[in-house]
């Protein structure tokens, strides 16, 4: 629906953000729309991204897509904040917590898979126009915003749709043997992100998700 309404008021770019978030730089708008001067092959810039409230530690910094697994992996995440930047950097994937977006391209494309509803939708995305329109994501590299997100454990509905659509994209993108291998990699992958659920019933929902299909 915003992007529409942006569309129909003649914006060029949509910016994304959580409700759960601080923004620790005013000027943020402006300095993302200046990795789009800097990288004309841009779709999505995502700043930084830090714990809140302890701003030192990392929550995003770049993304990175596990293929043919799909899985996707916040490098870094719980550690200091370097105190040198890497500038603009090209990334796998952006943050929808905090992202300045190509309206055109995003439009173009058809936005966000709702099938998703949550969680691998950003991958999905970042993967579909990077194919559609040979546009990529990038990471500005300050802590310009702070997530109000308590610890890395999964709740019941987080459980599902981390499992439902992981194997989903894998299902989409992979095929012959990198489909063999990935679904391979996702059982061995299972016991490990069990232990991230927060609960018996969180534990349930994720293997619900495993074997739901696409």
């Known amino acids: 629906l915003a992007a529409r309404a942006a569309d129909e008021s003649a914006h060029s770019h949509l910016?994304?953000?959580?409700?759960?978030?601080?923004?620790l730089a005013g000027d943020l708008i402006a300095r993302l729309a200046q990795v789009f001067s800097i990288r004309p092959d841009?779709?999505?810039?995502?700043?930084?991204?830090?714990?809140?409230?302890?701003?030192?530690?990392?929550?995003?910094?770049?993304?990175?897509?596990?293929r043919p697994i799909w899985t996707a992996r916040h490098p870094g995440i719980g550690r200091p904040w370097p105190a040198t930047s890497r500038g603009v950097v090209r990334t796998?994937?952006?943050s929808g917590c905090c992202a300045l977006v190509d309206l055109a391209s995003f439009l173009r494309v058809g936005g966000f898979d709702e099938t998703l509803f949550m969680y691998y939708d950003e991958v999905e995305l970042a993967t579909r126009v990077a194919r559609e329109e040979?546009?990529?994501?990038?990471?500005?590299?300050e802590p310009l915003v702070a997530h109000e997100k308590p610890g890395r454990k999964f709740n019941e509905n987080e459980s599902y749709y981390h499992a439902r659509n992981s194997r989903w994209l894998l299902g989409r993108y992979e095929r012959g043997w990198r489909y063999v291998v990935g679904r391979i990699g996702q059982y061995l992958l299972m016991p490990l992100?069990?232990?991230?659920?927060?609960?018996?019933?969180?534990?349930?929902?994720?293997?619900?998700?495993?074997?739901?299909?696409?």
């Open 15 to 23: 910016l994304l953000v959580n409700l759960d978030v601080e923004l």
């Open 42 to 66: 841009c779709a999505f810039a995502s700043p930084g991204i830090v714990f809140w409230p302890d701003t030192s530690l990392v929550w995003y910094r770049g993304g990175r897509i596990v």
């Open 92 to 94: 796998d994937y952006f």
């Open 134 to 141: 040979s546009k990529y994501c990038y990471f500005l590299d």
């Open 193 to 214: 992100q069990l232990t991230r659920c927060d609960s018996r019933a969180s534990r349930a929902a994720y293997l619900r998700g495993f074997r739901a299909k696409g």
